[in-house]
């Protein structure tokens, strides 16, 4: 069963420090992987997909990439700002429509 | 816009009574997902429907049932819900065929069992 490890768990940054959030999976058959952000008591919010051919992907701020063969990706924020303050989490689609998620990663960005 | 949404956004109910929660969704996706989140973990897939062919997980508890009467809505019935029970529950909808596409979220259910 595909496992999605999310490290590390919380984060704290100053503001306007650059800053990696990592995602690891143990079935390297994924057909995508895709980021999203939550904030407290919300749904999730997609950052950015990555299909299964692609190495990343960006948009504005944050960029994403993927190594399938090693089972990682990470997100890189640009800039951080105290509007970044959130949890971030890594879902892998595998066969028969199903996503698997990751813990995240509680990022706080202090002003 | 184009969306999910989820009703009610917060729901109360007693040990024992039947609680239903609503999902409708505007994409024309023809998938759709349950999942159960509680604090500061991972979102756990309960079930999922591809049309109208539902999928449930094998950990998923039988107290939990789905129902898609049309493409737009998707509903999950708690038939006699536990403390255990209380938590996020989160929609969302997905279009599959021949390419990968991404998941879309509604805001969520907060689910509280008194």
């Known amino acids: 069963k595909q496992e999605v490890t999310q490290i590390p768990a919380a984060l704290s940054v100053p503001e306007g420090e650059n800053l990696v959030l990592n995602c690891s999976f143990t079935?390297?058959?994924?057909?995508?992987l895709q980021w999203f952000r939550q904030d407290p008591g919300k749904g999730l919010t997609s950052l950015l997909l990555i299909q299964s051919s692609q190495r990343e992907q960006t948009s504005g701020r944050l960029n994403a990439s993927l190594d399938k063969s090693s089972g990682r990706s990470t997100l890189y924020i640009a800039a951080s700002q105290p509007g970044d303050s959130a949890t971030y989490l890594c879902?892998?689609?595998?066969?028969?429509?199903?996503?698997?998620f990751g813990s995240g990663t509680k990022l706080n960005v202090k002003p | 816009d184009a969306m999910v949404i989820q009703n009610p956004r917060y729901q109360v109910t007693q040990f024992g009574k039947p609680v239903t929660l609503s999902c409708s969704q505007t994409?024309?996706?023809?998938?759709m997902y349950w999942y159960q989140q509680k604090s500061s973990q991972a979102p756990k897939l309960l079930f999922h429907?591809?049309?109208?062919?539902?999928?449930n997980e094998a950990d998923t508890p039988d107290n939990f049932q789905s129902r898609r009467p049309n493409t737009s809505f998707c509903f999950l019935d708690i038939r006699s819900p536990g403390l255990g029970d209380a938590a996020m529950y989160l929609c969302?909808?997905?279009?599959?065929?021949?390419?990968?596409?991404?998941?879309?979220f509604g805001p969520g259910t907060r689910l509280t069992v008194t």
């Open positions: 879902a892998v689609k595998g066969n028969f429509n199903k996503f698997y």
């Open positions: 994409l024309n996706h023809n998938v």
């Open positions: 429907y591809y049309d109208k062919d539902f999928n």
């Open positions: 079935d390297s058959a994924i057909y995508n």
């Open positions: 969302a909808t997905s279009r599959e065929g021949q390419s990968s596409y991404e998941q879309y």
